[in-house]
């Protein structure tokens, strides 16, 4: 068990349609990432918090948005869904900044999203 | 180009087998060289990590990077059924600095390469 907790872990939902996926990060952990995985794609970088202020932006489609809370859990908002949203979103979370560290990231089991 | 590059395979081996999986990888500036594990319908874990060039022994696993090459190995040896699963090649850049402004560990993943170990 990573410590990280992400909800729901199975979704199906229809095209057009705007879903929240949450994560609850590692306790002490500031950071929060967001992943999504597809199998052509493979694991692609979304979006990361840092106690609440986006840190870093990949590959996040418009019709997508997060954030942090004050608590530092995060949710990530997909709205006008489409068939290729369909994939497995994984939230990780890292402890803070050190020197020769390698950014361990802890991931959750991820959330599944399957768009009809 | 894609900045990582590893073949998905997948790779099935009998027990006992050693197992060689490798990511390439075109952005000079990776300090930090990953690989993580994901077995079926759990996240990635990691497994071994890597600064710079060189070799990493962690029991029956062995990291490898060659920044000249810009390509990493992961060696697997005496593999077991349990050792079944996707493996991910990982890789950073340097840390920014302490007053960066925060953690900024984006990482760039490899798309993973399905190992079956066959008992």
């Known amino acids: 068990d990573s410590g990280v907790t992400q909800t729901p872990k199975h979704l199906i939902t229809a095209t057009g349609q705007r879903v929240t996926l949450r994560c609850s990060p590692r306790s002490g952990d500031l950071s929060v990432y967001w992943y999504q995985q597809s199998l052509d794609q493979g694991l692609q970088f979304l979006i990361q918090?840092?106690?609440?202020?986006?840190?870093a932006k990949g590959n996040i489609l418009e019709r997508f948005s997060a954030q942090q809370f004050p608590d530092l859990h995060s949710e990530l908002n997909l709205s006008s869904l489409e068939l290729g949203d369909s994939a497995l979103y994984f939230c990780a979370s890292s402890v803070g900044p050190r020197d020769r560290d390698p950014g361990e990231l802890f991931f959750g089991e991820g959330s599944r999203l399957t768009v009809l | 180009q894609k900045e990582v590059e590893q073949d998905p395979g997948p790779l099935s081996v009998p027990e006992g087998a050693i197992v060689s999986l490798n990511c390439t990888y075109s952005n000079s500036a990776f300090q930090y060289f990953m690989w993580y594990r994901q077995y079926s319908r759990k996240g990635p874990e990691l497994l071994m990590y890597t600064y710079s060039s060189g070799n990493k022994e962690d029991g029956r696993f062995t990291a490898q990077v060659d920044k000249s090459s810009k390509y990493i190995s992961l060696f697997i040896r005496d593999s077991q059924p349990s050792d079944s699963a996707t493996y991910l090649c990982?890789?950073?850049?340097?840390?920014?600095?302490?007053?960066?402004?925060?953690?900024?560990?984006?990482?760039?993943f490899g798309k993973g390469t399905l190992l079956t170990v066959n008992p």
């Open positions: 990982a890789m950073r850049a340097a840390f920014l600095g302490r007053n960066s402004g925060g953690s900024n560990y984006k990482l760039t």
């Open positions: 918090y840092y106690n609440g202020e986006e840190r």
